[in-house]
Every structure is written in structure tokens, then in C-alpha cells.
């Protein structure tokens, strides 16, 4: 017997038969006609080659055929219900799952501590892993399972496929030393101008800043150039050097370090913050436990 010819509906068939030993209360069982059971007992029976189940009395009794293949159906079925058709259920406070994330340095530096946390009460086993790749390859990691959850601003994603839960808009500042030698506490346009830069280039990441101003024809002294964002605190900290970062970063080194932000002489641009995923993911029960985790602990509903 070839198994792609056998419809396994008919062993859920046989199995209703077996417990029930009527025609009648197996098709209630399953919710279907009595024409229709009818019709599978007799489908069953062209499958094995024997009657299966033959009225005795009140009753329909099984045959030595029916008998031999009992156990053997009953455990299949039992399995598909348990464990392929059961959803898998997802206990946080001994699960052992490594989750994949997505992020740019920035991310990390905000989001993860307090993540860690929280995952160090709620689910002491699960791990992290965070990886960080040009915007471009953003799309393919999340097809892939390379990664599974986005965090950060990520323009690429916005397309079919993919799902999406905002965090937050967060605008741009300017970064100084808490003691700078010529700004205090507003920032106007011919400081701005004068004063030396550092700006970030994270590999394969555009800065949204910078191309505003590049589109506004404002030229600045670019003094520095770097690959990662933490590199800006110890730079800014101890010289007159300033730079123009999202607020939510402002916030974490003024928290960290001997620095201060002031607005920017130009209306900046806002970046959208934003949890990514893939359609792979939509209905993983561990996956929608940190997606909800996420979204709870970082939203807000105002521009930071």
C-alpha cells in the first residue's frame, strides 16, 4: 500500500469506529452526516481489504482485521493530535530558546540592558544573541531565520511580508560636553556652522541626519568619522567637539557620562523606532512572548 494513497482522515474514521462502535455516535463525534460516516466506513473498508466493523446486536464489532490495526491507529492519531496539531506551548521561566536579534549598535545600547532584566526575573534560561548587518541585508536575515526580530529604524522593511509594531519616534540633538567653551544653553545656527563635528558612519547604515543637511546644502567641519556610535561619549566627554545624534541615544550617555544635549538650530528629521518581523514568525507562541515583551517595555506615544 502506497502511503500517498491513503487519506488519513480515514484512520480518524477508523478511530471514531473503535471507540464508539456505531455508526451513528461516531458521526456525531466527528460532526459529520450519518451518509457521510456511511460513505467513509465504506472508503475504509476498499483500503484494508475488509469489512472492519460488522454489526453484532446493538452494536458494530470490530473484526480480527480491525482488531490487529487498533493499537496501531489509535497511537497515530493520539500523536498527530498531540503533537503536530496541539500548538506548542511557550513557558518563559524554562524555556532555554536563543533568540536572534536585529540591531544597530544604538539598540543595543538602549534596549538591552533593560531587556536582560527583565529577562533575568521572567525567563532566566532564554538567551540573546544580537547581530548587526548593512540595512540592505536587513530583509534576508529575517527570511532566512538568520534573525528573528528587528529593533531599530529600518526603512527597508517596510514592505510585504514583513510585520511591524512602532516603538516610538525619537528627533535629533546635539551632543556636547557638559563645560563647553562656547555653547551654553542654545545652540544657534553660526555656532553650529563653526563648531567641529564628529559623525558616525555605521557600516552599511545610512545616518538619517546627515542626508538632511547634505539635501539642505549645509556645510559643516567634519573633525571625525566613525563606525560606531559608542565611540561618540569618551570623544565628546573631553573635548569641545559636538554631534548631532537621535534623542533616545542623548538620553543614554547623559545618563552615562559628562555630557548634555541642546536642540538643533534646524528643524531635525524623525526617525521612526520599530519591532520587524517575518511572516515565519507571526504565529510562534516564543516569538509573540518577546515581541509583546518588547513592545510593552519600550513604547511611548509621544517624540522623544
Given at each position: 500500500m502506497d502511503i500517498r494513497s491513503v487519506d488519513l482522515n480515514l484512520l480518524v474514521v477508523f478511530e471514531a469506529m473503535r471507540q464508539h462502535r456505531s455508526v451513528t455516535r461516531a458521526a456525531e463525534a466527528l460532526g459529520l452526516s450519518q451518509p457521510a460516516m456511511s460513505a467513509a466506513l465504506a472508503r475504509l473498508r476498499t483500503l484494508f481489504d475488509d469489512?472492519?466493523?460488522?454489526?453484532?446486536?446493538?452494536?458494530?464489532?470490530?473484526?480480527?482485521?480491525?482488531?490487529?490495526?487498533?493499537?496501531?491507529?489509535?497511537?497515530?492519531?493520539?500523536?498527530?493530535e498531540s503533537d503536530i496539531l496541539l500548538p506548542t506551548m511557550f513557558d518563559p521561566a524554562t524555556s532555554t530558546r536563543t533568540f536572534t536579534l536585529l540591531t544597530p549598535d544604538i539598540a543595543e545600547m538602549n534596549f538591552l540592558p533593560r531587556l536582560l532584566a527583565h529577562l533575568s526575573e521572567l525567563a532566566p534560561g532564554v538567551n540573546l544573541k544580537t547581530l548587526a548587518m548593512p540595512r540592505h541585508m536587513a530583509a534576508s536575515a529575517l527570511e532566512s531565520g538568520a534573525a528573528e526580530l528587528a529593533i531599530g529604524y529600518f526603512p527597508d522593511l517596510h514592505r510585504a511580508g514583513f510585520y511591524q509594531q512602532r516603538l516610538f519616534r525619537s528627533s535629533h540633538v546635539c551632543l556636547l560636553r557638559k563645560q563647553h567653551s562656547s555653547i551654553g544653553k542654545k545652540l544657534s545656527m553660526k555656532q553650529f556652522l563653526s563648531a567641529s563635528h564628529a559623525v558616525v558612519h555605521p557600516d552599511g547604515r545610512e545616518h538619517v541626519f546627515e542626508r538632511f543637511i547634505q539635501e539642505k546644502g549645509i556645510q559643516r567641519r567634519v573633525v571625525v568619522e566613525l563606525s560606531h556610535f559608542m565611540s561618540l561619549l569618551p570623544i565628546v566627554e573631553n573635548s569641545d567637539i559636538i554631534a548631532t545624534v537621535p534623542k533616545d541615544l542623548a538620553d543614554f550617555f547623559v545618563h552615562h557620562g559628562e555630557v548634555r544635549y541642546v536642540d538643533a538650530p534646524v528643524k531635525p528629521p524623525v526617525i521612526d523606532v520599530h519591532l520587524f518581523w517575518h511572516q515565519r514568525y507571526q504565529k510562534d507562541m516564543a516569538h509573540t512572548w518577546l515581541r509583546k515583551l518588547v513592545y510593552e517595555m519600550f513604547r511611548k506615544d509621544k517624540v522623544s
Open positions: 469489512a472492519l466493523f460488522v454489526r453484532s446486536g446493538a452494536q458494530m464489532s470490530p473484526t480480527p482485521r480491525a482488531e490487529s490495526l487498533g493499537s496501531a491507529i489509535h497511537r497515530v492519531v493520539q500523536t498527530i
